[in-house]
């Protein structure tokens, strides 16, 4: 059974930084990438950043310039470093690590972190 820990959240003040981690556990076939998705309420949920296990990167076009994605293979776990903070950002931040292809494709969810940039 995959797992995912996600560490790193926090309040921070508008254009200060935060780094989240996740770690993913158990036995991942197939990977493919991984990532974070955030959700702020009242929101859609929306990428923030994907890299793949050829490590291409994406990014949401909100984040792109200010955030940097990530992987460290051996330990199974992607990283987010995000600066240039504004209040925007806040919300609950959600990595996953995707695996398979096409109608294969599946996705495993860390719990969520919250970030939180006060004005």
């Known amino acids: 059974q995959v797992q995912l820990e996600e560490s790193g959240g926090g309040l921070v003040q508008t254009g200060g930084s935060l780094r989240l981690s996740c770690a993913a556990s158990?036995?991942?076939?197939?990977?493919?990438?991984m990532g974070w998705y955030r959700q702020a309420p009242g929101k859609q949920r929306e990428l923030v950043a994907h890299?793949?296990?050829?490590?291409?990167?994406d990014y949401g076009d909100s984040v792109a310039g200010r955030f940097t994605i990530s992987r460290d293979s051996a330990k199974q776990a992607v990283y987010l470093q995000m600066n240039s903070l504004n209040p925007e950002d806040t919300a609950v931040y959600y990595c996953?690590?995707?695996?398979?292809?096409?109608?294969?494709?599946?996705?495993?969810w860390g719990q969520g972190t919250q970030v939180t940039v006060s004005s």
């Open positions: 996953y690590v995707r695996t398979g292809w096409a109608t294969d494709e599946t996705d495993y």
């Open positions: 890299v793949t296990v050829g490590n291409i990167t």
């Open positions: 158990g036995s991942i076939d197939a990977m493919t990438g």
